[in-house]
């Protein structure tokens, strides 16, 4: 499983990709002030439970937290 890397990106934009990437998962799009209950959300996604999806309060800006998943995504079948 991959995920998009962040950098580059607006909140808008990734947010609006990773919806598409996992459509199956129906994440939904979200404004940038609910970032954490989306990452939240889709940590507690049943398809995503064994990738270890961090906690959002751990980072500070959605960024952070997003780029912790490429390396734990790219790793996790």
Known sequence: MV????????WESWCSLMNELFAPQ?????????????????AGNGYFMSSNI????SFAEWKDWAASLVGIMSINP
Do not use: N
Request: zero cysteines; glycine letters at 14%; charged letters at 35%.
């Open 3 to 10: 995920t998009y890397d962040p950098r580059g990106h607006t």
């Open 26 to 42: 129906q994440l939904g799009v979200v404004t940038e002030d609910k970032w954490r209950e989306w990452g939240d959300g889709m």
């Open 54 to 57: 961090p906690d959002s309060r």
